[in-house]
């Protein structure tokens, strides 16, 4: 299995946005010490209480600059807000940079409230993503190539510089409503799946279409999937489920709201269920989001149920979130992730 960290790059309540970036590259040097496998980089905007990781390839680069083993990922670039030509140049860049450790992980993102302020309308958001990806693997793969799309429209482009990887950086979808599974499946893009949103135990029949659809499709193996999953290891089990507690349930409750918000949008499709989904995330038991949405205890703990996911789901890796809410203190995620790395992680190698 692949072992990576879903960071955020978290501000802290009463914390400066200096030390936020501070904390956070403390950790990616720690996460690059101890033999991680992978960094994964959110995009969040306008929401300075949270997080300052609005710029995912900024960061990316200047990661690539201090490591020099550790992948570095995209969890996710929203597509639909991007440039597709300037998208394609900067990832050639952090590719070029980094010497080839780039996974171009990309998504929609569900904060509708993020393309409102952009200008954009949540509801071009699937034809967007998929004019954009489209563009961008034609730039990496083609000489000179033009396009007249429904957004876009580009005459004989020759991109420069062009990624170390070839064909391209490896591509992975975030897979959030039922019917982007099987659409990635036949596209043959490996997935990120999600459980903050939903229960780990309604994964399993999504996963089955994703790799139904790749098997139908012709693609070779059985298509990876990518867990993102709150983790948090602590000396004991009591320890690992009282530390995250608050943050954890702040973070749903947050979420829930914006996602019932979100249900009236004209853009909003039945087959999302965001006013269900959103009012669960805002009611749901504590106990509930130990069993069913987070993965957390002693090393030990943590290692029966990954394995137990490993085999339910046909895991290739997870994207493990550290700090889900962003308000679990610096120390404690430092202790998380070298208990991750020098205990958990061996078990699966």
Request: hydrophobic share 45%; proline share 6%; with cysteine.
């Amino acid at each position: 299995m692949e072992f990576g960290m879903f960071h955020e790059f978290q501000r802290l309540p009463g914390a400066s946005e200096p030390s936020a970036f501070a904390d956070s590259l403390a950790q990616v040097d720690e996460a690059e010490r101890l033999g991680l496998d992978a960094m994964w980089l959110a995009e969040l905007h306008f929401n300075p209480e949270r997080s300052v990781l609005a710029s995912p390839l900024i960061l990316a680069t200047a990661i690539a600059a201090r490591t020099t083993r550790m992948k570095i990922g995209t969890a996710v670039q929203v597509l639909p807000l991007c440039h597709p030509l300037r998208l394609a140049e900067e990832l050639a860049t952090v590719d070029q940079l980094s010497n080839g450790r780039l996974i171009f992980g990309a998504g929609r993102s569900g904060f509708a409230h993020t393309y409102r302020t952009y200008g954009v309308d949540y509801g071009e958001s699937r034809e967007r993503f998929s004019e954009t990806l489209h563009i961008v693997k034609r730039a990496f793969t083609e000489e000179r190539f033009s396009h007249a799309g429904k957004y876009f429209t580009y005459e004989n482009v020759r991109l420069a510089p062009r990624p170390i990887q070839q064909p391209w950086p490896e591509i992975r979808v975030a897979a959030a409503s039922p019917d982007t599974y099987e659409e990635m499946g036949t596209m043959g893009h490996p997935i990120f799946v999600a459980a903050r949103i939903g229960n780990l135990s309604d994964l399993a029949p999504n996963v089955k279409t994703f790799r139904e659809a790749w098997a139908k499709a012709g693609h070779p193996g059985r298509g990876a999937v990518y867990l993102r999953v709150p983790v948090y290891v602590a000396a004991t089990d009591e320890a690992a489920q009282e530390e995250p507690r608050e943050s954890i349930l702040h973070l749903l409750r947050t979420i829930g709201a914006n996602l019932a918000a979100s249900a009236n949008l004209a853009s909003a499709r039945a087959i999302e269920n965001r006013a269900e989904r959103g009012a669960k995330m805002m009611s749901i038991d504590y106990e509930e989001v130990l069993r069913e949405r987070m993965i957390v205890g002693t090393p030990a703990t943590v290692i029966a149920r990954l394995k137990q996911l490993e085999e339910e789901l046909g895991l290739d890796g997870i994207l493990a979130e550290l700090n889900p809410g962003s308000r679990i203190p610096h120390a404690q995620v430092m202790t998380a992730l070298r208990l991750l790395c020098e205990e958990v992680i061996p078990a699966f190698k």
